[in-house]
């Protein structure tokens, strides 16, 4: 049995890279909200997931993976994952959502703060009360401070919203899934950025990446990333399907993910040495990426509970 991606779904993902590579440049993550957003737009990428009759092509959360990779990779800011993966599932009848002239934020269960609620045409609050779906127009927004500068975050508040009928689970799990998809395109940016600057920086008359110490821990990086992809992979067919232990699966690939880029970052600290922590250098926006990521849709903690406690549960199924 062939598990790998198809043509289709890689040149999907080749597409929204060299697209990323032309208009969200790291220049463009100092000056801009959203680079690159309306080039996506034209490919159509906000409306993979959203059905036909919503004009979108109905696409299955793990066809568009590679392409949500490329979005970690590239540092996109704005609110991707809330937009061309939640939104199908939560408000595909919004008018102009597979276009992308709409935006929407969600702050889900268990969080303060919705990321780039200042951009959102629409914001989904979860709530104990269930799911209330706010207009920009009835929202009142208080920033708060994060650690991601291009991902700010904001407290909502409303008087006026719209109780949404259907559940929350489906849309999160798949976010939470696309969420890991960025982790691991933020994990290998990072290790492609910290390789290339160890075969530069000298130290002792040789390229620190000589060094065995450092070779470990780029090492360690790739074998981080290269075990925690394919439980993304397995989690987005998971939520697709009637398996049962697609949560537990949801939680496996987050926690994997997120522990795979956080290790990117601290990897990368020490390779670039006090030069990691400047204003100057571009890496810094992938370091803030890979921990305001790693916290998203619940921290590695959290899902390394949910796993545990399934385990403990006698979840022991698997996929399919």
């Known amino acids: 049995m062939d598990f790998?991606?198809?043509?289709?779904?890689?040149?999907?993902?080749?597409?929204?890279?060299?697209?990323?590579?032309?208009?969200?440049?790291?220049?463009a993550l100092r000056t801009e909200?959203?680079?690159?957003?309306?080039?996506?737009?034209?490919?159509?990428?906000?409306?993979?997931?959203?059905?036909p009759e919503s004009d979108g092509l109905g696409l299955r959360l793990v066809d568009v993976l590679p392409a949500?990779?490329?979005?970690?990779?590239?540092?996109?800011?704005?609110?991707?994952?809330?937009?061309?993966?939640?939104?199908?599932?939560?408000?595909?009848?919004?008018?102009?959502?597979?276009?992308?002239?709409?935006?929407?934020?969600?702050?889900?269960?268990?969080?303060?703060y919705a990321p780039d609620a200042d951009l959102a045409d629409l914001i989904v609050v979860a709530g104990a009360d269930g799911l209330r779906l706010v207009a920009k127009e009835a929202v009142r927004l208080t920033p708060r401070p994060g650690v991601d500068p291009?991902?700010?975050l904001f407290e909502v508040a409303f008087d006026e919203s719209e109780r949404l009928s259907g559940p929350a689970g489906p849309a999160l799990r798949r976010a939470t899934v696309a969420t890991a998809a960025q982790l691991i395109g933020v994990a290998r940016e990072l290790l492609a950025v910290s390789v290339a600057y160890a075969g530069v920086r000298t130290q002792f008359g040789a390229p620190i990446g000589s060094f065995q110490a450092v070779k470990h821990q780029l090492a360690d990086v790739a074998v981080a990333a290269d075990f925690a992809a394919p439980l993304v992979w397995r989690a987005a067919l998971a939520v697709e399907g009637s398996a049962a232990?697609?949560?537990?699966?949801?939680?496996?690939?987050?926690?994997?993910?997120g522990e795979a880029a956080t290790l990117a970052a601290r990897v990368a600290l020490q390779v670039h040495g006090a030069i990691g922590y400047t204003e100057e250098l571009d890496l810094r926006f992938w370091l803030a990426r890979a921990w305001s990521l790693s916290a998203a849709y619940g921290t590695t903690a959290v899902h390394r509970e949910r796993v545990r406690a399934s385990l403990v549960a006698g979840d022991l199924g698997r996929y399919p």
């Open 68 to 112: 949500l990779e490329e979005t970690g990779r590239a540092c996109l800011p704005g609110p991707v994952v809330e937009t061309a993966v939640a939104a199908p599932y939560l408000v595909a009848g919004a008018p102009k959502l597979a276009s992308g002239a709409v935006c929407v934020s969600v702050l889900p269960p268990g969080q303060a």
């Open 150 to 152: 291009c991902r700010p």
């Open 33 to 51: 909200r959203r680079p690159g957003w309306d080039q996506l737009a034209a490919l159509g990428f906000f409306g993979l997931l959203l059905p």
């Open 4 to 27: 790998g991606f198809t043509d289709e779904q890689l040149a999907l993902g080749a597409t929204v890279r060299d697209v990323l590579r032309a208009h969200c440049p790291p220049a």
């Open 245 to 257: 232990t697609a949560d537990r699966d949801v939680s496996a690939a987050k926690a994997a993910a």
